[in-house]
């Protein structure tokens, strides 16, 4: 157990759905991550925030979209996503803010399937 | 640009073998190298990390990491591979670029024990 949850932990959705990904950290931390995990690529930084507010995007589709309410909560939007948004979506966060030496907590990730 | 590599997609040993995984990274800067494992099912988390000092780090569950600055390298190692200890490894590198940290992660190499 991390410390950082996520939900829910698999979510199958049509091109058409609207859904979204929570993700929660008892930690204190300051910063909080989503990363996307997709087979035989390396993980890509989708989005950064710290303290509550966006630093990093990193050139992701608008059909993603972040929430950050506060320091402990950060939400990924999802609406007319496609097949190849399938993966693991990862949320991490850090106690220190967004440091090069930061040491990242993970959550066990949301799988997600678009049909 | 900033890169890790992990020249091995897979790997097979033998439980109580030795084991080395591979990274090489390219940083122009002082590197803050890590090496995360990751369970099946799980998120991910932190073996150990090289900041400075001492180039031999050491980290959980008995691995431990070498850099060389010379080679670009910072390869993990474990003298005795434990069944458990099968799941995937990833080398990162801290990185700083348009003005914000990262980690720049590797593809991941997996491993795999055989009894």
């Known amino acids: 157990e991390t410390g950082v949850t996520q939900t829910p932990r698999h979510l199958v959705m049509g091109m058409t759905n609207k859904k979204s990904l929570k993700c929660e950290q008892h930690l204190g931390h300051n910063a909080m991550y989503w990363y996307k995990q997709s087979a035989k690529k390396p993980l890509e930084l989708m989005f950064v925030y710290s303290l509550e507010e966006r630093v990093e995007n990193n050139s992701v589709p608008s059909r993603f979209s972040p929430e950050c309410p506060n320091s402990s909560h950060l939400f990924l939007h999802l609406h007319t996503l496609q097949p190849e948004d399938s993966a693991l979506y990862l949320c991490a966060s850090s106690q220190g803010g967004v440091g090069r030496g930061e040491k990242l907590f993970f959550g066990s990730g949301t799988q997600l399937s678009v049909l | ?115």
């Open chain 2, 1 to 115: 640009a900033q890169s890790v590599t992990q020249p091995d997609i897979h790997i097979t040993v033998s439980e109580g073998a030795s084991l080395e995984l591979r990274c090489n990274y390219s940083y122009g800067a002082t590197p803050y190298l890590f090496w995360y494992v990751q369970s099946p099912g799980q998120g991910l988390q932190l073996l150990l990390k090289y900041f400075s000092g001492d180039t031999l780090v050491q980290g959980i569950k008995g691995f431990e990491a070498e850099f060389k600055r010379s080679q670009s390298s910072f390869n993990l190692r474990k003298p005795s591979v434990h069944w458990s200890d099968a799941a995937e490894y990833f080398c990162a590198v801290g990185s700083r670029s348009g003005g914000y940290n990262k980690l720049i992660f590797g593809a991941g190499t997996r491993l795999a024990v055989h009894p």
